[in-house]
Structures are given as C-alpha cells and as structure tokens.
C-alpha cells in the first residue's frame, strides 16, 4: 500500500475563470473578495479499504489585480490569497473517520501581457478604441506561480498546502464580436518536488496539461454571463523515483454571471462541475459568490 494513493488534491490545478484576457485602462486595480463552497464525493486506490468519502470545504479568496502598460500593451498583475476550512468523511476499514482542516492554502501570484489587440490606453483613449473596435481578436500569455506558504503537516496525508512550487504558464485569445466573446486558453503546470512528504518520502509529478474555453454575452449597462468548460490530464506520480500508474483526467465545466454597481463595484455568482476519471480523484459541485472594487 502506498501513501501516496490516498492523496487527493485539495483544489485541482485547473481552473475554469471567464475573462482572464479582458482588456480594461491601465491603472486600474481591482479589490475583492469572494466564498466558495464544495462537496463531493472522494475516489481513491480501493486497496487502502476508504469508502464512501466525502469532502465539505469553505473557501475564502482575497485578490488584487492590477492593470499597466508595458512595451505599448496592457499588462496584469495578480494576487490570490486562499483560506479553507474543510471536512473529509470515510469510512476507514468500516470505521467512520472524520478530518478537518482550516487555514492557509497556497497563494497564486499571476503575471500576464496582451501583446495583440490591447493596446495599453486610458480614460477617452480606451473608450474610443474600444468603440472603434466592437470586433477584435486580444492575445496574451501569462505565468502563474503557486508559492507553498500554505498549512502543511509531514505526517498528514489531507493538507491545505502542497509543500512545493507550481509554474503555469499559459496562452490565450479572445475573438470579440459584437456582445459575445469566444475565449480559449491553454496552460500547462509542472511542479517542483515534495522532499517532505509523509514520512520524510519525495513526491513528484509529471506535468499537467489543460484546456479551457468560455462565450461571454455581454448586455448593457454591465452585465455578462458565461458559459465554459475546461479539460486537464494530470501527469504520473512518483514517490522516491516509483512510479505509481495514477495517470488521471479532469472535465470542469459551468456558468458564472457578473455586474457592475455603481461603475466601481462587481459581484459574481457562479456554479463549477467537475468530473475526475479512471475512478480516481473526486467529482464535486461548487458555488462561488464574489464581490470586488475598482478603483
């Protein structure tokens, strides 16, 4: 029996987020904060005698973005600090066994550039481009870095943080025509080694690889709704250099709506399916409610 089979992540390295590429003035920053409920059923290697597990978790994000210009183009810089408060239930050799875990998770810092259909502009300069340009193609890459400040144990299995690094680069376009907007984005995460994992072992991961796509329809005066889906193949784990065959595909897909109030103010609603295969990992629903600031 490996420890590593029952390790299942807490928040997948996918994500399903509309209008990562949206075009705004530079200089504007953006303040939020938002809550995400998830329950779900948990699928892990049958040989470690779990069943019937279950997840519950709270999830707190405080972001910040910031919009600049670099070489003639708009440039983002994002900030995500997540907290958790969550519930695993199983059953362990037919014994019911409960886990809970709150704090910290592991902060995201995001760098991206739109180096094609965004040109960096403010104030009367973005409004009329944008008027001049209902339709129009944006292109952009960006780098994400998950830093490993979150709570981790060395002798637990169910952790917040992950004890290691995560570099995402990504690339992405968006066809603007009219109202609507068609988006696709490709990323892929590759991971640093876990020299502390349960028991003092070394946990690696192949890279994972994802795909995701959304159409926006936006209406007057600032409301937007979506519609999207995501794919990701997560790459074999090895412990100490063994490979474990665990090889696991992801589909995430929902609907998120958004609107502004009062030209500086945002709320998001949002429903998130996710569905794992080969039987192992976790099928889950969320709901997601977030408010921000711009300013």
């Known amino acids: 029996m490996h420890p590593a089979l029952l390790t299942v992540a807490l928040l997948c390295a996918q994500e399903l987020e509309p209008r990562r590429w949206t ?51 708009t440039a983002r ?5 997540p907290l958790h408060y969550g519930v695993w239930d199983g059953l362990l050799n037919g014994e019911p066994t409960t886990v809970r875990r709150d704090g910290l998770s592991d902060p995201v810092l995001r760098f991206s550039l739109s180096f094609a259909g965004a040109p960096a502009l403010e104030g009367e300069d ?29 002798d637990k299995l169910i952790n917040l943080g992950e004890n290691r690094f995560t570099l995402e680069p990504q690339l992405g376009a968006v066809q603007h025509l009219g109202p609507w907007s068609f988006e696709l984005t490709g990323s892929a995460s590759f991971y640093s080694a876990n020299d502390d994992f349960f028991g003092g072992n070394r946990l690696e991961q192949d890279p994972l690889w994802a795909l995701q796509a959304h159409v926006v329809r936006s209406f007057e005066p600032g409301l937007w709704v979506a519609a999207g889906a995501a794919y990701g193949r997560a790459g ?29 103010h945002a709320i998001r609603v949002g429903y998130l399916r996710q569905e ?4 192992l990992g976790g099928d889950s629903h969320s709901l997601l409610l977030t408010w921000a600031i711009v300013f």
């Open 276 to 279: 794992s295969f080969r039987n």
């Open 126 to 154: 973005f409004r009329a481009y944008r008027q001049a340009h209902p339709d129009r193609a944006v292109i952009g890459a960006g780098l994400a870095l998950r830093v490993p400040l979150g709570e981790y144990m060395d």
């Open 23 to 73: 075009h705004l003035p530079v200089g504007t920053n953006i303040a939020g904060v938002g809550y995400l409920h998830t329950d779900g059923d948990l699928d892990v290697e049958p040989a470690l005698r779990i069943e019937e597990a279950e997840v519950e978790l709270h999830t707190v994000v405080a972001s910040y973005s910031r919009y600049f210009g670099l070489a003639g183009w």
């Open 77 to 81: 810089l994002d900030a995500k600090v």
């Open 236 to 264: 074999e784990t090895e412990i100490n250099g063994e490979g474990l065959d665990d090889e696991r595909g992801r589909l995430l897909y929902g609907l998120s709506a958004g609107v502004s109030a009062a030209s500086t």
